[in-house]
């Protein structure tokens, strides 16, 4: 059964840094791409960054770009974000995604992964 199992959120003040882990098992996905999306109440769930299988090709969303970082260890079958620079309007559940298929480019559409984590609240206070 493969699971995406995200960690690492929590309540942190404006300006403050986390680090989000996604660890995958049930299978290998070292040949996957992986993103994070998040969904803020009321809103729906958006792309936020993703990185290739290789980890050498990486992309994200303008709100976050110059503040998050994505990237990962497939030795590990993890993956990571780092948040920096955190705005309370980066408040939301992240969720881990996992593409089914391999050696394929970045995508930032939520159709475009077949699985994915439970999710971890990331709160923000100003």
């Known amino acids: 059964q493969v699971q995406l199992v995200e960690s690492g959120g929590g309540l942190v003040q404006a300006g403050g840094s986390l680090r989000l882990s996604c660890l995958a098992s049930?299978?290998?996905?070292?040949?996957?791409?992986m993103a994070w999306f998040r969904q803020a109440p009321g809103k729906e769930r958006e792309f936020v960054a993703a990185?290739?299988?290789?980890?050498?090709?990486?992309g994200y969303a303008d709100s976050v770009r110059g503040r998050f970082t994505i990237s990962r260890d497939n030795a590990k079958n993890t993956v990571y974000l780092q948040m920096n620079n955190l705005k309370p309007e980066d408040t939301a559940v992240y969720y881990c995604?996992?593409?089914?298929?391999?050696?394929?480019?970045?995508?930032?559409?939520?159709?475009?992964?077949?699985?994915w984590g439970q999710g971890t609240q990331v709160t923000v206070s100003s």
């Open positions: 049930g299978r290998t996905f070292s040949n996957s791409a």
């Open positions: 995604a996992a593409s089914g298929r391999h050696f394929q480019p970045i995508n930032i559409m939520i159709y475009d992964y077949d699985y």
């Open positions: 990185i290739n299988w290789s980890g050498l090709s990486t």
